[in-house]
């Protein structure tokens, strides 16, 4: 019975790490992106980005997810500065996919592509990060971790997947729509952005009334 227990136990929080991860990292998003960014690419050079990209990401939130708390605690790093880290990076993305995308992201710059922000932040993002986290210090010991590790290669599997077939899909827009595509992608990348920055001041605000002397502003 305990063992049937502990099976069921696995098993759920498997589905609870893997949907989480994935409803955070939101694929889809990271797929619109890359379709946008990687136009006129060749495949070879479109499967170089694939691969630095999803690599990237799964060595970062392993990364964090074995060490995360212990990160945060040794440099005093907190979720809200994060969040607001990635809000500014990624409003850096939106103007450069506003520009022209051919001097932004050219082929020279394949690595630069995949790290931001195809990596960071979009699938290994402040949001994501946080939730690998928290799964991982959960009380389930070594069975939760190895079911954060599950939900991390599930939702970058669905990303990687994702990536590879995107762009057939949205050859089906045409190439007025593949022109409309990316200035879309960058308006909704910068509203992504606003938002994170604006989670993060939410998440901040307590702590930072609480250290203010409200007293000697009376």
């Given at each position: ?60 939130l ?22 607001i ?49 928290l ?31 995107g ?52």
């Amino acid at each position: 019975m305990d063992l049937i227990a502990e099976v069921v136990g696995f098993v759920g929080f498997s589905l609870v790490s893997v949907a989480s991860i994935v409803a955070v990292m939101n694929p889809a998003s990271t797929v619109a992106v890359y379709t946008a960014l990687t136009e006129g690419m060749g495949w070879s050079e479109r499967h170089k980005v694939i691969r630095t990209s999803m690599k990237i990401a799964l060595i970062v939130l392993v990364f964090f997810a074995l060490t995360g708390q212990l990160i945060f605690s040794i440099f005093n790093i907190t979720v809200p500065a994060f969040q607001i880290a990635g809000g500014i990076l990624l409003i850096s993305v939106a103007t450069g996919m506003l520009g022209t995308k051919s001097e932004t992201y050219s082929a020279e710059n394949l690595e630069n592509v995949a790290v931001v922000p195809l990596a960071f932040p979009l699938s290994c993002g402040p949001g994501t990060i946080t939730t690998v986290i928290l799964l991982a210090s959960g009380p389930e010991g070594i069975t939760g971790l190895v079911a954060v590790f599950l939900g991390i290669v599930v939702a970058l599997g669905i990303s990687y997947v994702g990536m590879i077939y995107g762009p057939r899909i949205f050859s089906l827009i045409g190439e007025g729509g593949l022109r409309v595509v990316p200035k879309l992608m960058a308006i909704i990348v910068l509203a992504i952005a606003i938002q994170f920055i604006i989670n993060g001041i939410a998440a901040a605000m307590p702590q930072l009334l609480a250290n203010l002397d409200l007293t000697g502003l009376v």
